[in-house]
């Protein structure tokens, strides 16, 4: 498949710290990225999203970052909290090739565990 | 507004079997695609329909189907179920546009015994 998902990398971090979750993309000819939070029995929940036009976006204690040199994209959340805790995932589209249309590519995610 | 709603929320059918999952958008979405979660495989992209037909379709065996009504709410099937169809199966839709945001519901768990 495209989105491998076996021993997903985990972050811990302590309550009110800065959390930084990286992600490596695939396809370079992707143009709009987003950022999604899924807790445990529940769908995946949006955070931010970004189009390749730009290379940061700022929300709500979260920061996007995104790289096309390196095809690398960033979740930063600042002061962490309990809540926060949940697999975070990175999420690819094709928009302007025509072909992709509602289709995500996702990466394999990432545990995040805040400690209170 | 009310969010994506799946059904049912759990479900378990013995291999052989077939079984038919339902999604209805948000008030207004047209666009509604599938995935599939597993621990293994991670989210993987079934397929995306609008105005009642599919436009894009991932890598999966023909056993896999969908359709779209007039109203926007989808169904996919699985015929002829495997073990390792046992999943977390997820729907989102989406407004029309060039760029918009995918809203998921909270997922059938299907379980293959």
């Known amino acids: 498949g495209e989105s491998v998902g076996l021993h997903l990398p985990t972050l811990s971090v302590q309550e009110g710290d800065n959390s930084i979750i990286n992600c490596a993309y695939s396809n370079s000819a992707s143009d709009y990225f987003i950022w999604y939070k899924q807790e445990s029995g529940k769908g995946p929940q949006f955070i931010i999203d970004i189009r390749s036009n730009m290379d940061k976006r700022q929300g709500q204690r979260v920061t996007v970052l995104l790289n096309k040199t390196v095809k690398h994209l960033s979740l930063q959340i600042a002061a962490t909290q309990p809540g926060d805790s949940a697999v975070y995932f990175c999420a690819e589209n094709n928009w302007a090739g025509g072909t992709s249309y509602g289709k995500l590519t996702f990466g394999q995610g990432t545990i995040l565990t805040v400690h209170p | ?113």
């Open chain 2, 1 to 113: 507004k009310a969010g994506v709603t799946q059904t049912p929320r759990y479900l378990i059918k013995t291999r052989g079997q077939q079984v038919t999952l339902s999604c209805s958008p948000i008030s207004g979405h047209r666009s509604v695609s599938w995935y599939q979660q597993t621990p293994g495989q991670g989210l993987q992209f079934l397929f995306e329909y609008f105005s009642e037909t599919q436009r894009n379709k991932g890598n999966f065996p023909g056993r896999f189907s969908g359709r779209q009504f007039s109203n926007s709410r989808s169904e996919m099937n699985v015929s002829t179920l495997e073990l390792g169809d046992s999943a977390l199966y997820l729907c989102a839709s989406r407004e029309l546009g060039e760029v918009a945001e995918a809203f998921f519901g909270q997922g059938t768990r299907l379980t293959v015994v």
